[in-house]
């Protein structure tokens, strides 16, 4: 922990500052962001072409390319979600799986509870949390099921232009879900789903911030919350 001096101490009400959010954690949040952004633009294309080429003298192989595109940046995404979820097993306490909220004990109940009535406006001062709260992360442990569910089934769709490869006789366990159509369709529905969950997770984000100046917003910058 960085102690304030008696200057920042009449500016800040802080206690401190500690080094929560390691770079692998940083690194891989923004890396994220960029691809889930870039397979979220491809996606719709591939979904439904919205632009064409037209010309006489060439036509470029505009769905070839966004494909491309869209499977490059799904490894990219894929190897950031291996190094979450790695660092939530080498990391430091705060980006440890065990510090994963059980409801079954009174302490993290008592929490849980506690931040459930702060996102429903019913209580204005829930205890302060250097790690994410229990909400915020229960949220985010459902998001990255469904970016699993995203990268499996997108390796499974691209495996299907070779029946042959290993890729897909390793996912035919994909069949048991539904058809090839059904899956196709899951893949591009959930993108909403994640769309939705960034427009919630910036909101609740600013709102903490705000109300509670820890630095939630600008840790993912610079790894540094406030210990209020």
């Not at 099921?145 to 070779?162: A, E």
């Not at 290993?166 to 959930?190: C, D, E, K, P």
């Amino acid at each position: 922990m960085a102690a304030l001096s008696p200057e920042l101490r009449k500016l800040c009400p802080a206690k401190g500052f500690v080094y929560v959010w390691e770079a692998p954690v940083r690194i891989s949040h923004w890396v994220s962001v960029v691809c889930i952004m870039i397979l979220a633009v491809t996606g719709l294309y591939i979904h439904y072409p919205f632009f064409t080429y037209d010309t006489v003298n060439s036509t470029p192989y505009v769905m070839g390319q966004v494909r491309y595109i869209h499977y490059l940046t799904g490894f990219i995404f894929t190897t950031s979600v291996l190094l979450r979820l790695w660092w939530a097993i080498v990391g430091n306490q705060y980006a440890h799986i065990r510090t994963v909220y059980n409801p079954f004990k009174k302490k993290d109940r008592k929490l849980i509870i506690s931040y459930l009535k702060y996102y429903f406006f019913l209580e204005k001062n829930p205890p302060h949390t250097l790690t994410h709260n229990p909400m915020a992360q229960y949220a985010y442990i459902g998001i990255f099921l469904v970016f699993i569910f995203q990268i499996f089934s997108g390796f499974y769709l691209w495996s299907l232009n070779d029946p042959h490869s290993t890729l897909y006789a390793s996912l035919t366990w994909f069949n048991s879900i539904g058809n090839v159509q059904y899956i196709r369709m899951l893949h591009y529905f959930v993108v909403y789903i994640i769309a939705t969950f960034l427009i919630i997770h910036l909101y609740a984000a600013v709102l903490v911030d705000f109300r509670t100046h820890s630095g939630d917003v600008s840790s993912i910058f610079s790894g540094w919350k406030a210990d209020t």
